[in-house]
């Protein structure tokens, strides 16, 4: 879904109802998701195959019978610290992501299918460590747009964006909403989400994701991003230029295991 229709849905034009006294009301703004960002950090043979099989025929089955989804599953190509998976989950609350464990952890059903990797021990290990982390949705782009055909052949750009401050962190998802979406549609992007860090390592920070078809797409469209006239205007403005708004960018490469949605 584009970002004008997000914009078409929160601010509705007004017309005169038919006895000419009053003005239709705007139509409320979409509800923003939430997002649960797991990296799944592994070691070199069996545990891949055995964390994307737990993907495919327990978590992820699970998931969509909570009304969870789409669900991205991603193998982290280009980044630090590999191999290691990413697994994106979008709800409707907070509450729905932070207690998914222990949903999981009632649903018979699951735990059947999950056993090899749920029960795996000391001696053979599932993975090494999970970090997670908890996403709100911008008020911009409040529903998380996977490609339209996750059949083909694509790639993924996760960027995470630190700021120095809170202050200056707020300054930043401002700058998205004055003009960086548009700026990212005109130059031909196609984003998958935008989320801001309720609960995660290195805040505040925000994060967003970026679809591509292959590595030589991605640097036409940055190139057009970077050269876009609207974009030196908005970089130039001095409510966001005065100062460094973001003090470090985290850049990884991604492509989606078989079991991804996204």
């Known amino acids: 879904m584009k970002r004008r229709q997000f914009l078409a849905a929160s601010f509705a034009t007004s017309a005169l109802a038919l006895g000419g006294e009053s003005a239709a009301q705007p139509a409320p703004a979409p509800a923003r998701e939430f997002y649960l960002i797991r ?10 195959k055995l964390t994307e099989d737990y993907f495919a025929h327990a978590l992820i089955p699970a998931l969509a019978h909570m009304g969870l989804g ?4 991603l193998q982290l190509d280009f980044g630090a610290e590999t191999p290691a998976y990413f697994l994106i989950v979008p709800g409707p609350t ?5 207690a ?12 059947e299918s999950a056993a090899p990797f749920w029960d795996a021990t000391a001696a053979a290990p599932a993975f090494e460590r999970v970090e997670s982390w908890l996403l709100k949705a911008f008020a911009g782009w409040p529903k998380v747009t996977p490609p339209a055909n996750a059949q083909e ?16 962190h707020v300054r930043k998802v401002e700058m998205f909403h004055s003009g ?3 700026i990212f549609l005109k130059s031909g992007f196609h984003p998958v989400f935008f989320g801001d860090t309720l609960v995660g390592s290195r805040m505040p920070s925000l994060t ?5 078809g292959d590595l030589a797409e991605l640097e036409a469209k940055w190139d057009a991003f970077r050269n876009h006239p609207e974009w030196k205007k908005l ?25 991804s949605a996204i």
């Open 235 to 259: 970089s130039a403005n001095p409510r966001f230029a005065f100062d460094a708004i973001v003090s470090n960018i985290s850049n990884l490469l991604l492509s989606p295991l078989d079991c």
């Open 70 to 73: 789409p669900v991205g599953a």
């Open 180 to 182: 960086e979406f548009e």
């Open 208 to 212: 967003y994701m970026l679809c591509f």
């Open 153 to 168: 052949k694509r790639i993924f750009q996760l960027r995470t964006y630190e700021s120095p401050s809170n202050g200056e």
């Open 100 to 111: 998914l464990d222990l949903k999981l952890s009632a649903d018979q059903s699951f735990l």
């Open 94 to 98: 907070a509450d729905d992501l932070a």
């Open 39 to 48: 990296r799944y950090n592994l070691r070199s043979g069996p545990q891949l």
